[in-house]
């Protein structure tokens, strides 16, 4: 079963930032939180990931609380490209771990 | 760099027929990943290996399903008999072996069984 709990759907506005929680209060000390999303017809796509600190890249940026029971996703300008299911993972380090999806997110960017 | 490769991206079968699909992951990438994605769900992992090795396949269906992956690189999933409850979307990814690295998915094989 999956490890974070997400709401299922949300809406935002053009260019405005998107905001995207997720929960997962049981993670471990040497897990990682992964994000993924999944525009429609097209296999899963990797975003960003985080141990503790906050992250930042071209895509995105990723603020998880000090305790790391949670996280947030920050599209800082959303796009309707940016129309997609967002899937939050947590994971352990090792590169080769499987990731377990849940049902993620439905973000729905209108114009 | 070329991404992770699928083919067929659909295929329309009747049941009781067999079916295959073929994944050439990122070259380099040691771990691969058979995913299947019912509609409305996330995926799901059927099997992943470790350069030749099935390391974990619990979730494989082996009366009907089989996957190989010669000489570490190419994987082939094939289900036989196909049954209507296969219909499904069935992706590769693949990763390097890594710490904290993260895995590319293919578009995927969209599977219809009639």
């Known amino acids: 079963d999956a490890k974070t709990t997400q709401p299922t759907s949300m809406d935002c506005a053009e260019g405005r930032a998107a905001n995207l929680p997720c929960n997962h209060s049981?993670?471990?000390?040497?897990?990682?939180v992964y994000w993924y999303r999944q525009i429609h017809s097209q296999g899963p796509q990797y975003i960003i990931h985080?141990?503790?600190n906050n992250e930042t890249n071209e895509m995105a940026s990723l603020i998880i609380t000090e305790d790391r029971k949670s996280s947030t996703l920050i599209l800082p300008h959303a796009t309707l490209r940016d129309t997609a299911v967002y899937y939050c993972i947590v994971r352990f380090q090792g590169g080769s771990e499987k990731l377990v999806f849940g049902k993620g997110t439905k973000l729905t960017v209108n114009p | 760099e070329a991404g992770v490769v699928q083919s067929p991206r659909y295929k329309i079968i009747e049941k009781k027929q067999p079916v295959a699909f073929w994944c050439n992951p990122i070259?380099?990438?040691?771990?691969l990943y058979w995913y299947r994605q019912n509609l409305g769900q996330g995926p799901e992992l059927l099997i992943r290996?470790?350069?030749?090795?099935?390391?974990?396949d619990s979730q494989l269906p082996k009366d009907r399903f089989s996957a190989e992956r010669l000489k570490g690189v190419d994987s082939t999933l094939k289900i036989q008999p196909a049954e209507l409850g296969d219909s499904a979307v069935y992706l590769c990814?693949?990763?390097?072996?890594?710490?904290?690295?993260?895995?590319?998915f293919g578009q995927g094989t969209r599977l219809t069984v009639v």
């Open positions: 990814a693949s990763s390097a072996v890594v710490v904290g690295t993260e895995a590319f």
């Open positions: 985080g141990l503790k």
């Open positions: 049981t993670i471990s000390g040497n897990e990682y």
């Open positions: 290996y470790e350069n030749e090795e099935a390391v974990d």
């Open positions: 070259s380099g990438h040691n771990t």
